[in-house]
């Protein structure tokens, strides 16, 4: 089991950066693989970006690829998501997800732990 919180949140202008931080309890989240979702009003929760447990191996989806960075901290049980150009269509509810001893995905239900989410209003 591991339990997992979501911060850094908040309303930014177009252009502006945030780093989002993942916060896991549980002491072997060194072997989880991390997603981050979000999910605009109206639409599905969609996958950004990822990172496995060890090694170092990241996914993006397109859109936010060289604009946003996924890495982890695995001493601080901690995932982070940097994003920086922000532009109105990011603004979403952004969740972070894990699961245990696998490979990385970008479906919403291969992932069975689950953060509240955190809310990033980006302005025009």
């Known amino acids: 089991q591991v339990q997992l919180v979501e911060s850094g949140g908040g309303l930014v202008q177009v252009g502006g950066s945030l780093q989002l931080s993942c916060a896991a309890s549980g002491r072997t989240f060194s072997t989880y693989a991390v997603g981050w979702f979000r999910q605009a009003p109206g639409k599905e929760r969609e996958f950004v970006a990822g990172i496995r447990g060890t090694g170092g191996i990241t996914d993006y989806v397109d859109f936010v690829k060289g604009r946003f960075t996924v890495s982890r901290d695995n001493a601080k049980n901690t995932v982070y998501l940097q994003m920086t150009s922000l532009k109105p269509e990011d603004t979403a509810v952004y969740y972070c997800?894990?699961?245990?001893?696998?490979?990385?995905?970008?479906?919403?239900?291969?992932?069975?732990?689950w953060g509240q989410g955190t809310q990033v209003t980006v302005s025009s």
């Open positions: 997800a894990a699961r245990n001893n696998l490979g990385l995905g970008r479906l919403s239900y291969n992932y069975p732990y």
